[in-house]
């Protein structure tokens, strides 16, 4: 099943949309409270909306309830949680920027921080209202780079922080003498040796059916080699060798390599995919860091795999990763903004921030936080932080990257699509796609 966005086109609908009002249950509040006073806003109600982070919405639930309950006791604010798949979470913020009719608090993906702030339906966190949470300075400088471009108020904080690695399955390396592989041409080369479809063995897995992970590789993978989907004035650019040996290069890891199961054009979230991970019979797995937590819920110890950064290709440059996570907002007006504000800090705080990272598996953006996670696993303990100092690039900051991501992810995922029917994807097929993806930019 295919995954449905809204129109490309709808971003630049919302820049001159107003956003209607949200969920309110008390009378206007003024934006922030007196440093002393913990129950200024008693009584208030506050609808969340969360990614999910977790193994399962359920699994999200189990989490965040309980601190919820907390947040209650402490400030006498109620919180309505709500968790949103990811695969609903663009299309969904967008229609309530729209309609108005949304939550007063909610988490979105950092690589669509730009996109929102341009539709003007979210808070800016300007100098009060960053001095409230506890300043710009408390948080690292790399995941302070997905709030937005520098300059103007952001109107997204880091919430979680998550990096890409390469997830390979150390019994089957070790079964077959292998090292995990440090280019690409080592990748493939591996992955092929590991592929085994007559004993339903695969040397790689990837949800292939899915447009956010589709554009997020094509986006590391141009990186590797050079190159952006965007230009130096953030202006697309889809068309160049850059973008189409990207695309390339992923889709053949099943057309031509033929090391990926067709079946996984099927897999429009990463839940199947990290499902067949966790089976033992794939031998890598491209994912962000709170697979972990996910490979755990369906009964993988992280000491049965390891990881590595996403290798590149011979010569390439050294980009493993974008600067992902998720960030926190706030519907500009909201009738409780200064409990909102009041909940962005509690979220943020150095305490919440170690306890729901270390439950996430992902990594604390809030300085002086310990990854603590991945402490009783010293090799992932290592790598995740490596990964984001010598492997990271932040995403493009420009406020179209949402709609990169329908065309560009959705058009991988078409092609994908093509190759799991019987149908050769050639070069020429993927310039085609990216021309159309880049005329549906406007």
């Avoid at 997830?167 to 090292?179: E, H, P, R």
């Avoid at 996670?373 to 932040?394: C, G, H, R, S, T």
């Avoid at 995922?413 to 930019?441: H, P, R």
């Amino acid at each position: 099943m295919k995954i449905r966005f809204l129109a490309a086109g709808t971003a630049a609908v919302l820049l001159a949309t107003t956003l209607g009002a949200c969920t309110s249950s008390a009378p206007q509040q003024s934006g922030s409270a007196p440093a002393d006073a913990s129950k200024a806003f008693a009584g208030t109600t506050l609808k969340y909306w969360a990614t999910n982070q977790g193994s399962t919405l359920d699994n999200d639930k189990e989490i965040l309830q309980p601190e919820l309950a907390k947040f209650e006791a402490k400030t006498g604010i109620k919180v309505n949680l709500e968790v949103i798949p990811w695969s609903n979470m663009t299309n969904n913020t967008l229609q309530a920027a729209v309609s108005g009719q949304g939550p007063d608090v909610l988490n979105i993906g950092n690589t669509n921080a730009t996109t929102f702030k341009a539709t003007g339906a979210f808070l800016e966190f300007g100098d009060a209202e960053l001095a409230q949470l506890g300043g710009k300075d408390k948080w690292v400088d790399s995941a302070w780079l997905t709030a937005g471009p520098s300059g103007t108020p952001p109107t997204s904080v880091p919430l979680y922080s998550q990096v890409y690695g390469l997830f390979y399955n150390k019994a089957l390396f070790a079964n077959a003498g292998l090292q995990p592989p440090s280019t690409w041409e080592e990748l493939v080369a591996t992955a092929k040796k590991l592929t085994d479809p007559s004993k339903g063995t695969w040397g790689i897995v990837a949800p292939a059916g899915t447009v956010n992970v589709s554009m997020h590789i094509q986006y590391i993978f141009a990186a590797q080699n050079g190159g952006s989907p965007f230009g130096a004035d953030g202006t697309p650019n889809f068309v160049t060798p850059e973008n189409i040996s990207a695309v390339t290069r992923y889709i053949d890891l099943m057309s031509v390599d033929k090391v990926m199961n067709p079946a996984d054009a099927q897999y429009t979230d990463g839940t199947k995919a990290t499902i067949d991970f966790a089976g033992g019979k794939i031998g890598m797995y491209m994912a962000q860091t709170g697979n972990v937590n996910a490979l755990t819920q369906q009964g993988m110890d992280p000491s049965k795999y390891g990881v590595v950064p996403v290798p590149s290709p011979a010569g390439g440059k050294p980009v493993g990763t974008f600067i992902a996570g998720t960030n926190m907002s706030i519907f500009k007006n909201t009738q409780h903004k200064g409990a909102a504000l009041e909940f962005v800090k509690f979220m943020t705080s150095p305490e919440e921030q170690e306890l729901l990272n270390k439950a996430f598996n992902t990594i604390p953006p809030v300085k002086g936080v310990p990854t603590s996670a991945f402490a009783k696993y010293p090799e992932l303990m290592a790598v995740w932080p490596q990964i984001l100092d010598k492997n990271a690039v932040p995403m493009a900051l420009v406020p179209t990257v949402s709609a990169y991501q329908t065309n560009v992810g959705g058009g991988i995922v078409g092609l994908f699509g093509k190759v799991a029917t019987g149908s050769a994807v050639s070069e020429n097929d993927v310039k085609a796609m990216l021309q159309a993806a880049q005329q549906k930019m406007g």
